[in-house]
């Protein structure tokens, strides 16, 4: 297979991943969208802590960015409501008592499941993290209603 070929099949398969991808994010939004009078999520991250990570990081965020404009225009076709909310200590935060992980116990990536050391709760990394960004965007849903 000459170079001109190649190129050209890597194209065509780039092209058919990046189509895939946006697909599934159509799906997944519209059923979210379709199912619940309120869906909450984080807001991108500002430009500045971007800069801290890989390229990875920064096209998973592509990724969020597009799934984000795509719950924000299909809220408006079926009269529901979506509403974003400060990303910071989500993650670190204890839903149950409001500890909030810092220094030698700030949890890492690596860290799927924990402890709150002032309550013992235990917690699912991303279970009580969805349940923080749910409070804030209920909160925030109230103000603005
Ligand atoms: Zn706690």
Redesign the pocket.
């Known amino acids: 297979m000459n170079v001109e070929k190649q190129r050209l099949l890597i194209a065509r398969l780039t092209a058919q991943v990046m189509q895939r991808r946006r697909d599934f994010l159509h799906r997944t939004s519209a059923t979210l969208i379709k199912n619940h009078d309120l869906v909450a999520a984080e807001e991108l991250r500002s430009r500045n802590l971007l800069k801290n990570h890989a390229l990875a990081m920064s096209i998973q965020d592509n990724g969020w960015r597009m799934f984000l404009s795509m719950l924000t225009y299909k809220v408006a076709l079926y009269g529901k409501n979506f509403v974003t909310v400060d990303p910071r200590n989500t993650t670190q935060t ?6 909030i992980m810092s220094g030698k116990e700030k949890l890492t990536l690596k860290d799927r499941e924990w402890i ?6 235990h ?1 699912i990394r991303d279970v009580n993290a969805a349940k923080n960004i749910l409070a804030r965007a209920k909160a925030k849903f109230v103000s603005m209603h």
């Open positions: 204890c839903h149950a008592c409001g500890h709150c050391p002032k309550c013992g709760i917690h």
